[in-house]
């Protein structure tokens, strides 16, 4: 069942996520859902924030892009049709040393808004899956980006902040069009 994303604006995308306990049946469903409800809004990351909930899990799927990036999940690379898509419980991304690189984001929860932000290009997350099993991934490239904007919205922190003020400034317009249309009616 699709969910509904909520955008720029609604107060939910700025608290941080609860850490998840439960690995249940309604656990699996919710990662099922949101990872129906990013394919259906043609993205390729989605956090429980962004469907309303502050939870500390994201879903990732990158198999519809033909972007360049390696892995290894837990020691080795699995194709990538056996871990995608890919539900991140409880993630913490750690940086390993390496160079950033500026790339232009975009973001379900800003509707046709994109602008560039710099971040590492290589990644360690540590993670469980929906069953609580534990998890290490490290990455780099298109991967390394999506994990690093899902867990900073786990984490209440949106696309926006990580940009230069000089990128935000031209953005300003539409998002503030953007704000003022996601307010509740009174």
Known sequence: MALTIVHYG???L???GRPITEFDAKLARLADDMVATMHEAEGIGLAAQQVGLALQLCVIDLRPTDADFTYKLDGSSPPLDLIMP???VNPVVEVVP???DG?????????????DVVRPETIRVRFQDIH????EMVCDGLLARCIQHE???LNGILFIERMSKAVLAKLEP???ELKKATRPKK
Request: contains cysteine.
């Open 174 to 176: 539409q998002l503030k």
């Open 132 to 135: 609580g099993r534990p998890h």
């Open 86 to 88: 890919m539900a991140l």
């Open 103 to 115: 790339y232009e984001e975009g973001c379900l929860s800003f509707p046709e808004i994109r602008g």
């Open 151 to 153: 867990v900073d919205h």
């Open 10 to 12: 609604d107060p939910v």
């Open 98 to 100: 390496e160079p950033k």
């Open 14 to 16: 700025k608290k941080k």
